[in-house]
């Protein structure tokens, strides 16, 4: 606002000179704040409906994306239309002559507004801004993918915050009019950028490399004087004459300068750099010795003893045993091969859950006074889903709803569609015994379950628990 109550005379002169009428609210204060409402309200409308909406889409068909591409339509489209609006206004003074009109006419060439050019640039903004947000996505599943996750994670973000930065500088100088000329503004960034990259290289890549090194080894020498050099060529871009000398000189400036600076941050934030790579590695580690551990059982084994028992429930006529046998290896098989996975397939979850209330069934099978009903739909169920994240509900249910002397029952519910699973878990409740050691616990797995809810889906869940005086339920909502 300062800006344009100091150059006011200096927007109102080509109004004057053209006999137009000027208003400061109408011809520029206004427009702008319409337009960068407006690209205000897009960049909303993209990050809360059209991003959600691509990403939630399993199906690679095309009439799914029917739905993104009217919204990303929609948003050029009123978008071009303000950006047309506020620029009449704000070059009103070009249109004031009789000849003008917003419409074509082939007849008159000045008869138009340049209307196409600026749905060009809506749908260039638009364009570019769901670029950046792909190209950040794919970011994110490297660095998901990554041995060491957070520290990666933390240089990139670094990385980000530069650029950013770079962004804002340019638009301030710009704006101020520090820099004149274009080439005075692109040797700042392009001196900015080259030193920023050492620092990188420097700070997270080759101090922490070099360890007790010498900075004279041949492996952390070699590897200074190439990231240098190369560092260094972006500082000569720009220069004309004297190329090599330049070359010599950024060089000289990268390699004596800039890398003991570099060299003096590092000492001073080595202990938290190093640690968060240390702790990365200690935790590939410890996987490492888990996974050495289970597979000190060797699973071979235990499946071919349950193939061995199948086959003599089989040849005893043992049908109900065989089956419970035939259930049991489908979940040791799940809990060997899918349960150390982050993800997995939301059929492989409903199957170890069918499988578990299957074999409680042949449990409680002699009981008359036990009812279980099951409906779990996964038809439309195409998610991937934390392994073993519905199974302690169940098992809840099991431990605290089943009774041998009362009349028990539990009802268990799934359903799932394309944006959403909702999983309810009703069962009994029964007064405990004195002499009952689950008498006084308050359901620790539960708990568990809601804390490892909020780490995997945060803000993207429900989880709600209902006690009653002959009935407890569970509900939980998952936005995959």
């Known amino acids: 606002m300062w800006y344009v109550m100091h150059h ?41 409906y059209t991003l959600p909406l691509i990403k939630s889409i399993r199906e690679k068909k095309s009439y799914r994306y029917a739905g993104p591409v009217l919204q990303i339509s929609i948003s050029i489209i009123i978008l071009g239309f303000v950006i047309n609006i506020a620029e009449y206004y704000v070059r009103q003074w070009q ?22 050019g600026n749905f060009f640039v809506a749908a260039a903004i638009i364009v570019a801004y769901l670029l950046y947000q792909f190209i950040r996505e794919y970011i994110i599943s490297i660095l998901e993918r990554s041995k060491q996750k957070a520290y990666n994670i933390s240089v990139c973000n670094k990385v980000t915050v530069f650029v950013f930065t770079i962004f804002a500088v340019h638009f301030f100088l710009t704006t101020f009019e520090f820099f004149q000329e274009r080439d005075e503004f692109a040797k700042y960034i392009f001196v900015v950028s080259s030193m920023f990259a050492i620092f990188v290289s420097n700070v997270y890549w080759l101090f922490p490399l070099k360890g007790n ?10 590897r200074l004087l190439s990231t240098s050099f190369v560092y260094a060529v972006p500082l000569t871009v720009l220069v004309h004459e004297n190329g090599p000398l330049a070359m010599l000189y950024s060089w000289a400036l990268q390699l004596f300068i800039v890398t003991p600076l570099t060299w003096i941050y590092f000492t001073y934030n ?10 990365e590695k200690e935790l590939e580690q410890s996987k490492a010795d888990l996974q050495f551990l289970r597979s000190q059982v060797n699973p071979h084994f235990l499946f071919n003893t349950l193939n061995t028992l199948y086959g003599t429930a089989l040849q005893e006529n043992a049908e109900r045993t065989a089956e ?8 040791m098989r799940f809990m060997l091969h899918e ?10 979850e409903t199957g170890y859950l069918k499988n578990y209330i299957a074999l409680q069934k042949l449990r409680i099978a002699t009981s008359n006074d036990i009812a279980i009903t099951d409906n779990i739909e996964t038809a439309q169920c195409n998610h991937m889903i934390a392994p073993m994240v519905l199974i302690p509900l169940v098992e809840n249910a099991f431990k605290h709803g089943i009774s041998l002397q009362e009349r028990s029952w539990i009802n268990i519910q799934l359903v799932c569609n394309e944006t959403s699973i ?23 797995g539960l708990n568990n ?22 009935e407890f339920t569970v509900k939980l909502s998952i936005t995959p």
């Open 449 to 470: 379950v809601r804390e490892r809810l909020k780490h995997i889906y945060p803000g993207r869940f429900d989880f709600l628990i209902t006690g009653k005086e002959n």
């Open 339 to 348: 349960n150390n996975r982050d993800f997995i397939n939301m059929q492989k």
């Open 324 to 331: 419970g046998i035939q259930m049991l290896g489908d979940m």
């Open 8 to 48: 006011q005379n200096q927007l109102q002169t080509p109004f004057n000179e053209t006999n137009t009428p000027f208003n400061l609210y109408r011809n520029v204060i206004i427009p702008d704040i319409s337009g960068g409402l407006m690209l205000y309200l897009v960049y909303l409308l993209l990050n809360l």
């Open 422 to 444: 909702v999983f309810e878990v009703s069962n009994s409740v029964h007064v405990k015994q004195a002499a009952d050691t689950e008498k006084d616990k308050s359901g620790i």
């Open 95 to 116: 249109f004031n002559y009789p000849e003008f009109s917003i419409f074509f006419d082939k007849n008159n060439p000045k008869s138009q507004m340049n209307i196409a």
């Open 213 to 222: 090194d010498s900075f004279f080894s041949s492996r952390i020498l070699i």
């Open 270 to 279: 080595k202990e938290s750099i190093l640690r968060l790579r240390t702790a």
